[in-house]
């Protein structure tokens, strides 16, 4: 299944699971890319989504809505939940660098078998840089990272040591690819379920970490 899985079809599947860990309440922060897939599928309504440009309270919003003022840290636009928050970006960063968001989910470039990960700068490209990561990854409380499980050519992206400048030397929590589902314990992979379609062989073929099942 795995094989044949068109991206946007991979990225929703990473997006579902990520949704199933969160419990409410709670203040979460929504990374770009596949993070921002999250919100379609959170059950319960005590989850409160943040966003580092200062608003908590974000929701989805129709197309006839959209208010071009209104958007994201990636710049996607966005709705206002009832007794949504607003406050400038060096509150809503405090906010972040006070504990006060409880789950930051990131998208994420390599992962080393540690748990750290590099999602800001890849020598040589011009990317969007490390916007929030490096005050989510200090300040909240937990940190999940969803990612495809290995890049274009197909080498793998959960590696022993990054190759990209790492973001922080905090450890993420959990791992989500279209593969598998790790969590980091005691600085290691650990493999705590395998995604529909996947088996134990492909993921060891396409992880270079060790990890324990």
Known sequence: MTGTMNKTDMQ????????????????????????????????????YLHTENGLLGV??????????????????????????????????FAMIRGG??????????????????????VPGKNIMGVGGAMDLLVGAKKVFVTMSHTSKDGSPKLLKECTYPITSTRQVDMIFTELAV????????????????ATIEEVREKTEAAFTE
């Open 100 to 121: 006060h968001v409880d789950v930051a989910i990131l998208g994420a470039l390599q992962v080393d078998e540690t748990g750290l990960i590099a999602n800001w700068a």
């Open 12 to 47: 929703h599947l990473i997006a579902e699971r990520v949704a199933q860990e969160l419990k409410g309440p709670c203040a979460v922060n929504l990374g770009i890319g596949i993070p921002t897939l999250v919100a379609e599928y959170m059950k319960e309504d005590n989850i």
């Open 182 to 197: 790790f969590e980091v314990v005691d600085s290691q992979l650990k493999l705590v379920d395998l995604m529909p379609g």
């Open 59 to 92: 929701t989805d919003v129709e197309e006839e809505d959209i208010d071009p003022n209104l958007v994201n840290a990636g710049k996607l636009p966005v709705g206002e939940a009832v007794g949504a928050s607003f406050f400038n970006s060096s509150d809503s």
